[in-house]
């Protein structure tokens, strides 16, 4: 049975509809990507899958059982954590504090604030200093580290590289790369492309709240997303302006 | 002279006592609660009738009455405030108002125009006195109040920065959203806060009834010197709140000094004070009066 499946999730913002219709599932252990342009809905679909915001029609299952109706908070103690998008850190606490704001669900597991700090050294020094004045690699290494706290099943990742320089992304993504071999399920949101294809095992590409283009990431050319990205496919090629 | 700070100082833990709850509740729920005297008033008229109809004394009374506000302030915020704070920041202003004239008239149908005290069931503690260094005779009830003040406000420190509990409060007052996205259970948070927010004002309305007399209008003046107390120690800081409360005393008991009417007078003119100095330095002018941290709905 899939980990997660998504069916037929419309999300609304007020008259806005941001996702329309999505469907899809993720295995427990893959990796699944993303990508879209901006107010494809991709923040969205996470932030509904994580239960920060309530579909208006469609179901969410997790192992099977429905949480479409299960508030956020309870949703982080079945093992779905997400790191929202531009981290939105507690910034009066220290990094310790947000840390252990993740443990609030009490989920068993091997997570804890010296084996966060194990896995982004950066964090060491940082340990008592009030999160409003890290650099922001040290925040989302921060954001990333609360989030396992809760030890999940399930990790929702938007746009982790967000503001960061080219070398601290590699970081972070160097760190994700021991979470995913470790058989985390984690779906992730990346605007560059060719880093969503190497670490994923699938790739959905949404395009104006549907998906455009679903299949594994190996084998799937950077020409073929980029058309889904920009909706070329939908249309014969000879209609589309060059 | 140095008889007048001492008094004003262990007054301060009075003021300080009575604003501790307002100032917790605006900055934890941004909720500026105007029925905060009130509910003082409310647990003083509990502890005395208590006290005057089963003969309990008002200290043993408090293990019912402190329980009794908890459970008041959960109820208030899950029924009234939570809702009201979803329609803007002034509706809660307006819900706590009405709620104190609703209080207020209640308890003047109830227990009449008869000014009360809780003075006369805590045997001689509400005259007796110590002798200190210097001749200075401070009261015994004013040094308990005073230790009061510091113990509550130094465990309400403590438990917002050593305990979950605490933690899940700061994290909820600060995004609502992302709480919920941590584990943290927002509306439970909340109501948590307010219960606690209650249990201060219902020890500052026991030591009000044994300070003082009160009637069923009693709230609105403990509501000004509580606010006033807030706004000078800088709303939201709780040892600021103890500070607050003692500049706020010293003030009047200053103002005492100058002139027999001065007390009020002296408490506002340094209240105005500060809030002036507040305005003028922070940038903001008159619109720092409402500045409100607004809460992101995305």
Known sequence: ????????????????????????????????????????????????????????????????????????????????????????????????ENLLLGKTAGRPGDWSVERVLDTFPNLKPRRHAKTGHLSGGEQQATAIGRALMSNPELLLLDEVSL???????????????????????????????????SVSDKVICMLEGRVALEGPSKGMSRDEVTKAYFGLHRKSAGSVPA | MSNQIVQGILLGGYYALIACGLSFMFSVMR???????????????????????????????????????????????????????????LL??????????????????????????????????????WEWPGS?????????????????????????????LGRSIRATSEDPDTAGLVGVDARRASALAAAIAMVTVGLAGAFLGMRATF???????????????AVIGGAGSLWGTLLGGIVLALAQTLGAQVHPQGFLIGGHVAF??????????????????VRLPARKTT
């Open chain 2, 215 to 229: 009637d069923p209008y009693t709230g609105a003046p403990q509501l000004l010197f509580a606010f006033e107390a």
């Open chain 1, 163 to 197: 503001g960061l320089s080219p070398l601290v992304v590699d970081r972070v993504y160097a760190s994700l790369q021991g979470l995913i071999s470790s058989g985390t399920t984690i779906i992730l949101v990346e605007q560059d492309l060719n880093r969503a294809l």
């Open chain 2, 31 to 89: 909720i500026i609660n105007l029925a905060h005297g009130s509910l003082a008033v409310f647990s003083a008229y509990a502890l005395w009738w208590l006290a005057s109809r089963f003969h309990i004394s008002p200290f043993v009374g408090l293990l019912i009455v402190l329980p009794l506000m908890a459970a008041i302030g959960w109820v208030l915020q899950r029924f009234l405030l939570e809702r009201s704070a979803r329609g803007g920041a």
């Open chain 2, 136 to 164: 200075i005779y401070v009261g015994k009830l004013a040094v308990i109040m005073f230790a009061a003040a510091v113990v509550m406000l130094g465990g309400l420190q403590l438990f917002l920065t050593r305990t979950r």
């Open chain 1, 1 to 96: 049975m899939s980990l997660l499946a998504v069916e037929n999730l419309v999300v609304r913002h007020g008259l806005l509809q941001a996702v329309r219709g999505v469907s899809f599932s993720i295995e427990r252990g893959e990796t699944l990507a993303l990508v879209g342009a901006n107010g494809a809905g991709k923040t969205t679909l996470l932030r509904a899958i994580a239960g920060a915001h309530q579909p208006t029609a469609g179901r969410v299952l997790l192992d099977g059982a429905d949480i479409t109706g299960v508030p956020s908070h309870k949703r982080v103690g079945m093992g779905v954590a997400l790191v929202p998008e531009g981290r939105k850190l507690f910034v009066q606490m220290t990094v310790e």
């Open chain 2, 272 to 289: 105005l004070i500060v809030l002036f100095i507040r305005l003028s330095t922070s940038g903001l002018g008159l619109r720092g009066l």
């Open chain 2, 92 to 129: 809660p202003i307006l819900t706590t108002f009405g709620l104190a004239i609703v209080i207020d008239n209640a308890l003047f149908e109830q227990f009449g125009a008869d000014t009360r005290s809780l003075a006369p069931y805590i045997g001689s503690l509400s005259y007796d006195s």
